[in-house]
DNA sequence: CCGTGGATGGGAAGTCGTGCCCATTGCCCT
DNA sequence: AGGGCAATGGGCACGACTTCCCATCCACGG
C-alpha cells in the first residue's frame, strides 16, 4: 500500500472559531492530519493519550486545565509524543513554562500558516522550535527583568544597527542605506536581519513601527 | 411622570474591554446612559444614525473605518449629534484632525473615569472639551508646524484603501491581508499600488509612517 | 443612458526583502 | 591564547513588493 504516513495531531483549544483554523491549516498539509480534537485541557489529556495522536498543539489558556498543565500530564505519560503551546503573547515567561513543561515549541497565534506547519514538522523530528530571533529577544527580556527588577530597556541593538534601523524607518532601501553608510548593500541586509532576529520581527514595517516607538524616527 | 431625562450614548471601540469598562462608567452617571455600541468604524456610523444616540464616544484606531472617518459621516449626516473622540496617545495632530472631523471633544482612555463624565457633559452642552493643560503645547506645536508650511492634506483615500493601509501598516503581508478581508491577494497589491501612487509614496515604510501619522494605527 | 470612479481580479517582469549558508577582520575580555 | 562578538561581505533561494499592462461589475449622478 501507498498511503502517505501522515501524522497524527490533536487540537486543543477553547475557542471554536480558532479549533477550525487549525483544523485547516494541518489538514492541508501532505504530511499532517488531525486525528481528535479537545476544547478544555482535560479532554487534551484524555485524547492524547490515543496513539494515533503524534503531535498536540495545545493551547495555553483553556478551561478546566491549562495548556501547561496538560502538556505536562501528556508528556509524563507518554514522552515519545511532541507537544506545541500556542499563545496569543509574545512573553518569556510563558515559553519558559512550556519548555519546563515538555513542549517543544511555542508557536504564536499570529504566525502565518506555513510557519505553523513548519513548526509542527520540526517538533516531529524532534527539534525544539521557537522562532529564530525570539530566542535571543526573550532570553534577553528575561535577564534584565531578572537583573533590573523591571522595566523594559531599549534594546541591545548595536551602534551600526541603530543607524540601519533609523534609515530602514525612513523608508530607505537596501541600496540606498549602503551607499548612505559606504558599505555593501549584502552587510545592510545583514544587519537588518540581525535586528529583526534580536527584535523578533518579520518585516520592515514592523521594524519601522519599533523605531518610532523608540523615538529613533519621527513617524 | 419623574423619569430622569438621560442622554443616550453610543460606545464604539475594537477592543470588548474597553467597550465593557466605558460602559459601566457611562451608565454610572445619572444623567447618561449607554444605548448603543460598535465594534467598528462601520458600524459605528450605522448605530450614530438612530435618533436615540445623542453623544457618540470614538475610539481613534477601529478597524473598517477610523474614529475620524467615523466621526466625518456621522456629523456630516446628524449636525446634532456631539462627538467625543477617545485616543491613547496625546498628541496635537490627532486632535487637530478630530476636530476637523467635527468632534466636540478628545480625551485621552488614560483619564479618570470622573473626567470622561464631565468631557460627556461639556460634549452634550455644545462646548469643545480638551484637558486645559493639553491646550497650550498642542497650540505652540502646532503654529510652529503651520509657520513652517506644512499642509497636511486630507486623505483622498477610499473607504476600502483605508482598510487595506492599516493592516499594511500592521506589518501583515499582501497575502495576509487578503485572508483578513476575504478578497484576492492580487486586489490588495492593486489598492496598495493605488494608495502608494495617490499618496506620492514608494514602499510600506512610509506608508506605515503615514498611517501612524493619521492616527489610522498605533505605533 | 452614459460616464465616472470604486472595488474587484489577472498576467508579466523586475526589484527588493528575508532566511540561511559561508567567510574574514579586529577588538575586548579573561 | 582563545572565546565571544561586532562589522564586514559573498552566494543562493524564495517570497514579497512594485510597476506596468489588461479586464469586469456596480453604484451614482447628470
Known amino acids: 500500500m501507498s498511503v502517505p504516513l501522515k501524522a497524527g495531531v490533536l487540537i486543543a483549544d477553547d475557542h471554536g472559531l480558532v479549533r477550525d483554523g487549525l483544523r485547516m491549516v494541518i489538514d492541508a498539509a501532505p504530511d499532517l492530519e488531525v486525528v481528535a480534537v479537545a476544547e478544555d485541557g482535560n479532554r487534551a489529556v484524555e485524547r492524547g493519550l490515543d496513539p494515533r495522536v503524534d503531535l498536540a498543539l495545545l493551547d495555553v489558556a483553556m478551561p478546566r486545565r ?96 541603530s543607524e540601519v534601523i533609523k534609515l530602514i524607518a525612513e523608508g530607505l532601501t537596501s541600496d540606498e542605506i549602503a551607499r548612505e553608510l559606504t558599505i555593501s548593500p549584502r552587510t545592510v541586509e545583514r544587519h537588518r536581519e540581525n535586528i529583526l532576529g534580536k527584535l523578533g520581527m518579520r518585516n520592515r514595517v514592523e521594524l519601522t513601527r519599533y523605531a518610532i516607538r523608540q523615538g529613533l524616527v519621527e513617524p
Chains 1, 2 share one sequence.
Open 66 to 161: 491549562t495548556g501547561l498543565q496538560a502538556a505536562r500530564e501528556l508528556t509524563a505519560r507518554r514522552p515519545e509524543l511532541r507537544v506545541l503551546m500556542l499563545s496569543m503573547h509574545n512573553v518569556f515567561d510563558y515559553f519558559l513554562e512550556a519548555v519546563k513543561a515538555g513542549a517543544s515549541g511555542y508557536v504564536l497565534k499570529t504566525v502565518a500558516d506555513r510557519d505553523l506547519v513548519l513548526a509542527c514538522r520540526a517538533a516531529l523530528r524532534g527539534e525544539t522550535f521557537i522562532y529564530p530571533g525570539m530566542v535571543r529577544s526573550l532570553l534577553r527580556e528575561h535577564l534584565e527583568r531578572a537583573a533590573l527588577g523591571e522595566s523594559q530597556l531599549p534594546d541591545d541593538l548595536t551602534p551600526r544597527e
